[in-house]
């Protein structure tokens, strides 16, 4: 039988993944890896070499993945984040509506230049009910209007304010893409007031069932003059509402009040007229109250800022091409791994200092073995082994050279695992991209959005 998971379920264990993620009993990392190329793939009759091809939510993809990791690091923040819809003059936003599907698009709220969040609560339409572009950019400041409240602006659209970014969060989490929905730390403002207590008089002022807009469904025909609108249901609050006609037809309804307490509302037309026009009401729920609930968001940002070497813990002069969240890995004896980066990999011990490069591979001249070379240094090649490869144990003892070069050295030791266990803890998220290179002056932004 047809059935829907609601959109408060998504949310709800978005939040508790979130809870998770921020506090102390369990530990969430972000790991890169994957310094081989993807394979050759065609794309829309292309060739195309070292293709990000998606990953597949299976055993095998995980697995490649972990032969492959490098580095891990502690996640640094987490926070419930949209999809980014910057305002710009001439063009149309649809409005907040009670029938739209979760995160079903970006259209309905806009962030402005001073990094202000705005809910479109009704789109601007001119007299004979055509919807217009967007000329005015919403800016309580700029336009010296009651933050707490919906405004109407000239162009006809109405917008509520629902949260300012601060600082932290424009530095950690906002991107191209994403935009974060919180609020954290005082910040002075335009009006120098704090962010934290913008959010919090909006809240505050927060009103429950306001019937927000009038959806006009059919015109209806024949009226000689604008109808009576009156507005009932259970509100304890009145709200009010007027008809605009083109001709004779009712081609917008504009509210005039709110209200307040509703649950459910119709309207009554007063009018004569050859065919009644056909109305509905949209009533939110508690717009400002909670902005996850009114932008609709079950995406939570996961974010790490690896700086060079970060202590020694990751690899510069190299690249990677997959990312992914690990929960809760393991030393090598099985104990909670709880430090902020560690490195992954293998690790060769020559009786020199190596001659190898990243990149590359080695073989076993004596065993066949075969990997690929992560990071080289000293008398140490860091390295690992997956599919392409095959998993062959190198030979202690044995010559090692890489691979169409001729370059060779012995190996004194193997060690298999550093100090963590590459096959602990559980793969949430596996994301492949193109080649990232690292160097030592880097710092990488990874950022990792999960939608639940």
């Given at each position: 039988?047809?059935a829907?998971v609601?959109q408060s ?14 506090g102390t ?8 890896g994957k310094?081989?190329?993807?394979p ?12 990000p091809y998606?990953?597949?939510d299976s ?5 490649e993945f972990?032969?492959?990791l490098?580095?891990?690091k502690?996640v640094?923040g ?5 999809k980014?819809?910057n305002?710009s ?11 739209r599907?979760?995160e ?6 806009v962030?402005?230049d001073a990094k ?6 009704e ?12 000329t005015?950019k ?6 010296d209007v ?5 405004f109407?602006?000239s162009?006809?659209y109405v917008?509520?304010?629902l ?5 932290q969060?424009?530095?950690q ?5 994403h ?7 005082p ?11 913008l959010?919090l008089?909006?809240?505050n ?10 959806e006009?469904?059919?015109?209806g025909?024949?009226y ?5 609108v009156?507005v009932?249901g259970d509100?304890d609050?009145t709200?009010t ?5 083109d001709g004779?037809r009712v ?10 307490g509703?649950t459910?509302a119709d ?13 509905r ?6 717009m400002g ?12 940002m996961?974010n ?6 970060e202590g020694?813990?990751?690899i510069?002069?190299?690249e990677?091409?997959q990312i992914?969240?690990i ?5 090598p ?11 992954v990999?293998?690790?060769m ?20 073995a075969?990997a690929y070379?992560?990071?080289?240094f000293?008398?140490?090649v860091?390295y690992?082994?997956?599919a392409?490869?095959?998993?062959i144990?190198?030979?202690v ?12 050295q012995t190996l004194?030791a193997?060690t298999e695992?550093q100090?963590?266990?590459r096959?602990?803890g559980d793969?949430l998220?596996?994301?492949n991209?193109h080649?990232?290179?690292r160097?030592?002056?880097q ?6 959005v999960i939608?639940?």
């Amino acid at each position: 039988m047809p059935a829907v998971v609601r959109q408060s379920l998504n949310k709800n264990l978005a939040k508790q993944f979130l809870a998770d993620v921020l506090g102390t009993e369990k530990e969430y990392y972000i790991g890169i890896g994957k310094s081989d190329v993807f394979p050759t793939a065609v794309v829309e009759g292309e060739t195309v070499v070292d293709y990000p091809y998606p990953p597949v939510d299976s055993n095998l993809e995980e697995t490649e993945f972990r032969h492959g990791l490098q580095s891990i690091k502690k996640v640094e923040g987490a926070i419930f984040v949209v999809k980014r819809s910057n305002w710009s003059a001439n063009s149309v936003y649809d409005e907040w509506s009670d029938t739209r599907d979760a995160e079903s698009d970006n259209s309905f709220y806009v962030m402005n230049d001073a990094k202000e969040i705005y809910v479109c609560l009704e789109t601007g339409r001119d007299a004979q009910g055509n919807v217009v572009v967007s000329t005015v950019k919403p800016s309580y400041c700029e336009l010296d209007v009651d933050y707490t409240v919906p405004f109407r602006t000239s162009d006809g659209y109405v917008w509520k304010f629902l949260f300012k970014l601060t600082p932290q969060q424009i530095y950690q989490f906002l991107s191209s893409n994403h935009v974060p929905v919180s609020l954290t730390g005082p910040v002075s403002n335009c009006d120098n007031s704090a962010v934290e207590d913008l959010q919090l008089n909006v809240i505050n002022s927060a009103v429950q069932g306001e019937v927000i807009r009038c959806e006009v469904v059919d015109g209806g025909s024949g009226y000689t003059s604008a109808p009576t609108v009156t507005v009932v249901g259970d509100g304890d609050g009145t709200a009010t509402a007027v008809a605009t006609l083109d001709g004779d037809r009712v081609v917008k309804v504009t509210m005039t009040d709110y209200g307040s307490g509703y649950t459910r509302a119709d309207f009554i037309i007063d009018g004569a007229s050859t065919e009644e026009c056909q109305l509905r009401a949209v009533i939110t729920r508690h717009m400002g109250n909670d902005p996850v609930e009114d932008l609709k968001t079950s995406s939570v940002m996961l974010n790490i800022k690896p700086d060079g070497t970060e202590g020694n813990t990751f690899i510069v002069e190299n690249e990677f091409r997959q990312i992914g969240v690990i929960q809760e890995p393991t030393k090598p004896d099985g104990t909670p791994y709880t430090e902020v980066s560690g490195k992954v990999m293998s690790v060769m011990h020559l009786n020199a200092d190596s001659p190898f490069s990243s990149g590359n591979v080695v073989r076993g001249v004596t065993s066949g073995a075969e990997a690929y070379v992560n990071e080289s240094f000293d008398q140490y090649v860091l390295y690992h082994q997956n599919a392409s490869t095959g998993f062959i144990p190198f030979e202690v003892g044995e010559v090692i050279e890489q691979v169409g070069t001729g370059l060779q050295q012995t190996l004194l030791a193997l060690t298999e695992e550093q100090e963590i266990d590459r096959y602990s803890g559980d793969v949430l998220y596996i994301e492949n991209r193109h080649r990232i290179r690292r160097d030592a002056e880097q710092q990488e932004d990874i950022k990792v959005v999960i939608t639940i």
